[in-house]
């Protein structure tokens, strides 16, 4: 289990680390109301963690995840960047579910 959905506010972003395919990464957990999304926590403009501090993400006020290195700015359907300098290029998708109440990956 990454984390129980109900620990991240609707529309919100938290950090979690977990083995994905046998690596220790970050991820980027979205909570879109009774679903959930997750990402590496690497941008592709130039490899950084998004977040400012471990887990603080910055959202747009029209809810956009901001990267705190440049600003690159991502939808958070899909990933997709859709300003800021990688415009174009997506985050790195991780398959989760919610299961029972957790965000686990699927
Ligand atoms: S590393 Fe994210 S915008 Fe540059």
Redesign the pocket.
Known sequence: MLIALSAIPDAGFIETEALVDGVAESLIVHRDGDTARAWLNI????????DWAPGQFLKSKDGLLV??????SFETAAGL?VA???RGQSLRAVTVEVRDGNVVLA
């Open positions: 941008c592709p403009h130039a490899g950084r963690r998004l990267c705190a290195a440049h600003g690159a960047c800021g300098p990688c």
